[in-house]
């Protein structure tokens, strides 16, 4: 390995360092309460909760607060979504398609979803994650318990699609989690210092 890959390779070190020591909750809409009643997700009821970011994120990770109800079975699969806001509705902006879409499954109760995640969402502004049942996926008996109380970072909105699009939801206040990250200009103002170092090395090797 040349002196060039050794300090990139030191570079993605240290950008990995980076993003797990900055990783903060961006919606943290509260742990349910077991004992209420608790929102159907299937194929025909969907999801979403609305969270802002003040500049451009990396998503590092989305869970939610699932349970398998009594037809729930270990291995059913759903489908984790983000999209932007649409500003005329306030509600997902499903018709530009998805700004990121994974499927995920449920191993047992509790906060599960989708982690170790790298998505850029390069703007500031409001956002829905969306936790949906398509056609790839095998689950008809998951249940999402509601939010007895607000959590760090509450959901700015919340939103029900029963398969005729998303309309507004209030009262029933579901568990989701969302990691992220800030994106890193002084990171990767380093990283262009190290490369230019590394070919300055490199010209030397070969002179």
């Not at 990139?8 to 909750?25: D, F, I, W």
């Not at 500003?87 to 990121?100: H, Q, R």
């Not at 509790?110 to 936790?131: D, E, I, R």
């Not at 398509?134 to 909105?157: W, Y």
């Amino acid at each position: 390995m040349n002196h060039t890959k050794k300090l990139l390779a030191g570079v993605l070190l240290l950008a990995g360092a980076s993003r797990e020591a900055q990783a903060s909750l961006v919606l943290d809409s509260g742990t349910p309460d077991n004992s209420k009643p608790a929102l159907s997700l299937d194929g025909n009821d969907y999801y979403a909760a609305e969270f802002n970011l003040s500049a451009g994120q990396t998503i590092t990770g989305i869970q939610g607060y699932i349970t398998g109800g009594d037809t729930g079975v270990v291995g059913d699969t759903f489908t984790i979504s983000i999209y932007a806001n649409n500003p005329s509705t306030s509600l997902p902006a499903v018709s530009g398609g998805a700004l990121f879409s994974q499927q995920a499954s449920y191993q047992a109760d509790g906060w599960t979803g989708l982690t170790n995640l790298s998505t850029t969402l390069s703007g500031a502004g409001q956002y829905w994650v969306a936790f949906e049942v398509g056609a790839a996926d095998s689950t008809a008996g998951l249940l999402l318990p509601i939010v007895a109380s607000n959590g760090s970072a509450p959901a700015l909105k919340y939103a029900f699609d029963a398969g005729s699009g998303y309309t507004a939801m209030t009262g029933d206040n579901f568990g989701v989690q969302v990691s992220a990250v800030p994106l890193p200009p002084a990171l990767l103002l380093f990283a262009s210092g190290i490369l230019g170092t590394g070919g300055l090395l490199r010209r030397r090797e070969t002179t």
